[in-house]
Every structure is written in structure tokens, then in C-alpha cells.
């Protein structure tokens, strides 16, 4: 067990909880990746925390609870929580997020965050779109493209 990145990544998770970006940003290495179901592959410091900024953003009163919190010299993992109400939709949304991290130079160089793709849109999207199409390819490619484009575009402004 490594302390220090334990209390990393609770770190990150606290300001995350406070919607603290700069104390959010110390916690990532310049060249970190982040992915994710929705945000697959997300690199550079400042593209991932556009990234959250756009997350935090769109979702309406987030709140994040983080538990199972463990690390090494190299790697870390934890369990997150994130609730909140879709803000295209209104619908409440409680996702269950698995966690990993890789280290280098005692930061998070990479962050990627695993959760269940359809179970989320059918919490977010409601029916019938999140049940019939949460599962589909072509579904998740819309709303990866979607967010994608979210991204570039704070991004431009």
C-alpha cells in the first residue's frame, strides 16, 4: 500500500465533490489520459479538465461519494458514486463508477473510469431510448460523438 497515492486519489476525489478545479488539476500529471464509457480517450492536462469542467457543468447539483480506495507504487483503484440529474432530460441519475489509476512522478497519468453504459442511459435518457437503444453500437457512438463535440467546442471558446 502507498499512502501517498492513497491520499491522492482521495484528494482528487474531494475536490472533485467541491467542483475545485485547480485543486482537482494539481492532482494530474501534464500528460495525463482519462476514459471513459462516454469520453474514450481524453489527452493532455488541460483537454481533461475541460472535460470535467464540461461534466460538472452540465449536471445538476453533483454530488460524488468515493469508498474502497487503494494503491501502490504504480497503480490505484476506487469505488465512486456520482449523483445527479441529466441535464438534457431532468431525469436523477446514480452511477456507479469503478475507478483505476496509473502514476508517474507521484500524479495521476492516467485515470480511467469503467460504469455501466447501459444502465446509465436508461437512468439518464429514460425510456424508450435508454432501454432500447442504451446496448446499441450506433447509440453509444451518437453520444460519444455528442460529447466529443461538447468538448472541442469549450475548447474554441
Not at 59 to 69: A, H, Q, T
Not at 114 to 123: C, G
Not at 146 to 157: F, I, M, N, V, Y
Request: glycine fraction near 8%.
Amino acid at each position: 500500500m502507498n499512502d501517498r497515492h492513497v491520499a491522492l486519489i482521495s484528494a482528487f476525489y474531494d475536490a472533485l465533490g467541491r467542483a475545485d478545479f485547480a485543486a482537482m488539476e494539481r492532482c494530474y500529471h501534464p500528460a495525463v489520459s482519462f476514459g471513459d464509457p462516454i469520453f474514450q480517450e481524453v489527452e493532455g492536462r488541460d483537454r481533461v479538465m475541460r472535460m470535467w469542467r464540461l461534466q460538472l457543468g452540465v449536471r445538476d447539483g453533483l454530488k460524488s461519494e468515493y469508498r474502497d480506495v487503494t494503491a501502490d507504487d504504480f497503480t490505484g483503484t476506487a469505488h465512486w458514486t456520482a449523483t445527479y440529474a441529466f441535464s438534457s432530460t431532468g431525469r436523477q441519475v446514480v452511477n456507479e463508477i469503478d475507478a483505476l489509476f496509473r502514476f508517474e512522478d507521484g500524479l495521476i497519468v492516467r485515470h480511467h473510469d469503467d460504469f455501466d453504459f447501459r444502465r446509465w442511459s436508461k437512468m439518464a435518457l429514460g425510456r424508450p431510448h435508454g432501454l432500447l437503444f442504451g446496448w446499441t453500437p450506433m447509440w453509444r457512438k451518437t453520444i460519444r460523438d455528442r460529447a466529443t463535440q461538447q468538448l472541442d467546442e469549450l475548447g474554441s471558446s
